[in-house]
Structure formats: structure tokens, C-alpha cells
């Protein structure tokens, strides 16, 4: 078992930046891929990005690309979300996620364990 726990959400204008931080117990954190979600309102969750377990590869959304940046520290078992150039169509829930089996995967429904999601509102 794996337990996530986001932080850093909030109300920020466009333009604005803002990083979500996502806390991971356990003694295995190197061996996990994490992703970046997304969850607006009305809409399906929706991935953001995700980073391998070494941190050598990153992919992203075709929507955040060039301005957020995934990024992790396996020696303080936290993933962040650096998110830059906020839009008011990046206001939604984001919610971390592990994948235990290796795959750099967009599909929300591979990820094995979920944090319990943090609001970020980007007003015009």
C-alpha cells in the first residue's frame, strides 16, 4: 500500500504560477511512475503528466505542455507539479497517482494508488 497526500492547491490569477507537492509513504517510492491528474468540473479526470521512476523521462498533456513541469525527489518521496502561465480552463481538482508495474501511462485507470486531490482555481 501506498498513501499520497497532494498539497499546495489554491486561488491564483492567470498568468500566475503555483506548485503542488504530493507526499508518498512507503519505502518503495523509486519503483513507482507518477502521474499528474486533473478533474474539472462536469468533465472526466483527465491526465496532466507523469514522470518515470528514476525521474529520466516526463511526458505531458498537449494542454500544459511547455508550461508545467513534473519533477521528483525519490530521497524525500514527493512528486511535484510546477505549473507556470496558469489559464482559467487549468481550474479543477489534481490528484497525484502511483503505477507500480513500469508503464509511463496517460490512462488514469492503470495507476494503482490516488491522493485525495487538491482545488486550484485560476480566476481571469
Known amino acids: 500500500q501506498v498513501q499520497l497526500v497532494e498539497s499546495g492547491g489554491g486561488l491564483v490569477q492567470a498568468g500566475g504560477s503555483l506548485r503542488l507537492s504530493c507526499a508518498a509513504s512507503g519505502r518503495t517510492f523509486s519503483n513507482y511512475v507518477m502521474g499528474w491528474f486533473r478533474q474539472a468540473l462536469g468533465k472526466e479526470r483527465e491526465f496532466v503528466a507523469v514522470?518515470?521512476?528514476?525521474?529520466?523521462?516526463?511526458y505531458y498533456a498537449g494542454s500544459v505542455k511547455g508550461r508545467f513541469t513534473i519533477s521528483r525527489d525519490n530521497a524525500k518521496n514527493t512528486v511535484y507539479l510546477q505549473m507556470n502561465s496558469l489559464k482559467p480552463e487549468d481550474t479543477a481538482d489534481y490528484y497525484c497517482?502511483?503505477?507500480?508495474?513500469?508503464?509511463?501511462?496517460?490512462?488514469?485507470?492503470?495507476?494503482?494508488?490516488w491522493g485525495q486531490g487538491t482545488q486550484v482555481t485560476v480566476s481571469s
Open positions: 497517482a502511483a503505477e507500480r508495474g513500469g508503464l509511463t501511462t496517460s490512462n488514469p485507470r492503470q495507476y494503482d494508488y
Open positions: 514522470i518515470s521512476e528514476s525521474g529520466g523521462r516526463t
